[in-house]
């Protein structure tokens, strides 16, 4: 059963899309993962091809990039009127279901108004939608979508206990997307690999730079005891240099992140 269904616009968000794609792939594997309708039989009716295609989902993921609503056909008229519109059977088949619908929108959109919708289409527009930056923290914005769809592809999990689908749109997209780029090293609470091979390399540099300071300053300005030379004087060297190491890079971790949630 394919869990995870991606509708998008390609004349509107297409490589935005293809990023959020890419990185479900990546956690849930790509049959699990549905993008696009390409291969609809001929003769087919479409329509009942695309509500069995999303019928199979257990959420939506709807990408809504700032053309979305004004895309037109060759006619002129908007294509989200159109009964006939892919995106539109797509998402009106997802409501019809009770298929728990997330929409992601670049930072720079907002939601639809209900009043900007087709009838069929109008409960979108009170869908909590997630909020994400072009930046090169992109990933780490898709960490709460990540969890929210592992929550929902659950088995027996109640759409009552989605938070990020349900409720006023952008209610907390804005708080999840600040989260997700300050805790960008940690995961699910736990400091990743990444960030703890960082902090260890700046503590041993540190380290380094305080102990070759202190031995050197012992050596050229103190006279010291015969016995506390060689050996001793190099532990105590190493000691007093870790623990300021660890002191320095522990106030810059906090300074840097207390900066990423701009407090």
């Given amino acids: 059963m394919t869990k995870i269904f991606i509708n998008y616009r390609r004349d509107d968000s297409a490589h935005f899309a293809g990023r959020i794609c890419e990185r479900l792939e990546r956690e849930f594997g790509s049959n699990d993962v549905f993008m696009d309708v390409d291969n609809i039989p001929l003769g087919v009716d479409f329509r009942q091809h695309l509500h069995d295609a999303v019928s199979r989902c257990s959420v939506m993921i709807v990408v809504i990039g700032d ?3 004004q895309v037109i056909d060759d006619s002129g008229a908007r294509r989200l009127d159109d009964p006939k519109d892919f995106v539109r059977i797509e998402i009106e088949s997802a409501i019809k279901n009770e298929i728990v619908i997330i929409p992601v929108l670049p930072a720079n959109v907002a939601m639809p108004r ?3 919708l ?3 289409l109008r409960p979108l527009a009170f869908r909590n939608a997630l909020s994400v930056s072009h930046t090169t923290k992109f ?3 898709l960490d709460p979508l990540v969890e929210t769809v592992r929550r929902v ?3 027996d999990t109640p759409v009552e206990a989605i938070v990020v689908a349900e409720g006023p749109a952008h209610v907390a997209s804005e708080s999840i997307r600040q989260t997700s780029e300050a805790q960008c090293d940690v995961h699910d609470g736990q400091i990743t690999t990444a960030s703890i091979l960082k902090y260890s390399f700046w503590t041993a540099v540190l380290t380094v730079a305080i102990m070759f300071l202190t031995v050197t300053t012992l050596y050229w300005t103190v006279e010291i005891p015969e016995k506390l030379r060689g050996g001793t004087l ?3 060297a190493l000691l007093w240099s870790l623990l300021i190491a660890v002191a320095l890079v522990e106030i810059i971790r906090r300074k840097r992140r207390k900066n990423d949630v701009g407090v």
């Fill in 67 to 69: 053309k979305w609503l």
């Fill in 114 to 116: 209900e009043e900007d």
């Fill in 118 to 120: 087709p009838e069929t």
């Fill in 139 to 141: 990933q780490n914005q």
């Fill in 153 to 155: 592809t659950a088995v």
């Fill in 234 to 236: 190099f532990s105590l």
